[in-house]
């Protein structure tokens, strides 16, 4: 069964830095079309960045242009997402999301908190 775990969250002061980083179980990541989106409280599930299975393109959110990148690294077998620069209203769980056979396959999903 596949499944994508999240890791790399926790709390951060504005202008700080974090990694995240998903993992995947039962499916090689290489060979797959990875997201990243968030989720605000009384928001919705907003995509923020997604990186191609065979050539690494990467797609941006407006909001996440110029300070996240996507990034691959299929021999640890991990898609990351490096945010700099980040705002308090950044704050929100985070969530790695692959598609199987039209399946949507999410995280458990990782906190984000960026408050001084």
């Known amino acids: 069964q596949l499944q994508v775990v999240e890791s790399g969250g926790g709390l951060v002061h504005p202008g700080g830095s974090l990694r995240l980083s998903c993992a995947a179980s039962?499916?090689?990541?290489?060979?797959?079309?990875i997201g990243w989106f968030r989720q605000a409280p009384g928001k919705e599930r907003a995509g923020i960045a997604c990186?191609?299975?065979?050539?690494?393109?990467?797609v941006y959110a407006n909001f996440a242009k110029g300070r996240f990148t996507i990034s691959r690294d299929n021999d640890k077998s991990l898609v990351s997402l490096q945010m700099n620069s980040l705002k308090p209203e950044d704050t929100a769980t985070y969530y790695c999301?692959?598609?199987?056979?039209?399946?949507?396959?999410w995280g458990q999903g990782i906190q984000v908190t960026v408050s001084s």
């Open positions: 039962g499916f090689s990541l290489s060979s797959y079309v």
């Open positions: 990186i191609g299975a065979k050539n690494n393109s990467t």
């Open positions: 999301n692959t598609i199987s056979k039209g399946v949507p396959y």
